[in-house]
């Protein structure tokens, strides 16, 4: 009877590569950030369309003119923008090298990220909470599905926010943190974009009907 083969670590088999090809450095990456941005331009391309096909489907339930209190709406609307301007700082003093006034202009991104994001929860359990869930209406249910989903890409972001402040306090301003400090440049501004198109369509246009 023989004994079992024993396997020496340099014979051990491998499933990862131990000298990937050369590249360019973060060669790829802003191709790769462009393509997701477009895959996410389809989805909410989707979910406007089907708003714009049930928006106006009440069932007998509350109605934009019920629901909608555009003051707030205004207010959250100002939250978002201001984060996008206080992003562009912190861009700004990257391209200076100041770490500290980037980290300040990052976190004060957050907070009104944190601001933005915290109205809009208020607005849907006061929905919820008189009886306007997403079930009681086809309307409404698109309006939850739309508006949720561009706070679920805000909650994402602000996440990655602070993971990114970490790896600059941790290892400065790298290049690989200056790159995906970009991206997440080009992702905030973009659901800015998105927030104005849902503030026109849903919010404004639903007054007027």
């Not at 790829?28 to 096909?53: E, H, Q, R």
């Not at 790159?179 to 440049?185: A, E, F, G, P, V």
Request: glycine fraction near 8%; hydrophobic fraction near 50%.
């Amino acid at each position: 009877m023989t004994s079992p083969q024993t396997i020496t670590p340099d014979e051990a088999p491998v499933f990862y590569l131990t000298d990937e090809h050369a590249h360019p450095e973060g060669h790829s990456t802003p191709l790769g950030f462009w393509i997701y941005l477009m895959s996410d331009c389809l989805i909410f391309a989707i979910l406007f369309a089907i708003y714009g096909v049930l928006g106006a489907n009440y069932a007998a339930g509350p109605s934009p003119k019920d629901l909608f209190d555009l003051k707030l709406v205004a207010l959250n609307t100002t939250m978002l923008l201001l984060s996008s301007i206080t992003y562009g700082f912190a861009m700004l003093t990257m391209e200076k090298d100041r770490v500290g006034a980037t980290q300040a202009w990052l976190a004060v991104t957050g907070l009104f990220g944190l601001a933005f994001l915290s109205i809009e929860l208020y607005e849907f359990h006061h929905f919820i909470e008189i009886g306007a869930t997403p079930q009681r209406s086809a309307f409404l249910s698109a309006f939850f599905t739309l508006v949720g989903t561009h706070g679920l890409h805000v909650t994402f972001g602000t996440i990655w926010l602070v993971t990114l402040m970490t790896q600059v306090a941790r290892h400065g301003l790298i290049p690989a943190n200056r790159r995906r400090l970009m991206c997440l440049s080009m992702f905030w501004h973009f659901l800015d974009v998105i927030w104005i198109g849902v503030f026109t369509f849903v919010y404004l246009m639903g007054m007027l009907r």
